[in-house]
Structures are given as C-alpha cells and as structure tokens.
C-alpha cells in the first residue's frame, strides 16, 4: 500500500511538469496614459513575467519573474532585484 501513494504522489508531481508550455513567451509591460489612451510599452522580453505593480512612491514598477520580485523604472530600465529575504 505504501508504495502505490509514493507511485502516485510522484506521478502527481511529474504531471505539472510535462503540462508546462514548451513554446516560447513574449512578456509585455505596457504602460497606459488614461488621460489620452496611449499606449507605451516599456519592456519587451523573451521571458514570462506578470504581476506589475506601483512601487509606493510612484518611481518605478514591480514585476514577478521566476519567482523574483524586480524593479523597471517608467523608462523600461531595469532596476534589479528586491531581496524578500
């Protein structure tokens, strides 16, 4: 019996990571003028990212990428990484 849960339990483990799109990705950080409607994207990359947000100061954006929080500046630079500890 325990080894048929330890089968499963490593099966269920292994699904996720054959289901993962193999294909490549194009992320986009756009920013949005609501005044006007224009559009400007700021960083374009080869990459998965998601999640932006407002640093409190209004100076710079924050992204989730692999894991990681990392900072853009409003003119796309990148501003490295925020240690979470």
Known sequence: MKKII???LTM???IP???QN???VTSELVLLN???GKEK???REERHFE??????????????AGGLLEKVSVNGDK?????TG
């Open 6 to 8: 330890l089968i499963l």
């Open 34 to 36: 609501v005044q006007n």
């Open 22 to 24: 193999s294909e490549p």
């Open 12 to 14: 269920s483990f292994l």
């Open 17 to 19: 990571i054959s289901a």
């Open 51 to 64: 999640a932006p947000n407002w640093s409190r100061d209004g100076h710079y954006l924050i992204i989730n």
């Open 79 to 83: 501003k490295g990484v925020i240690n």
């Open 41 to 43: 994207v700021i960083l």
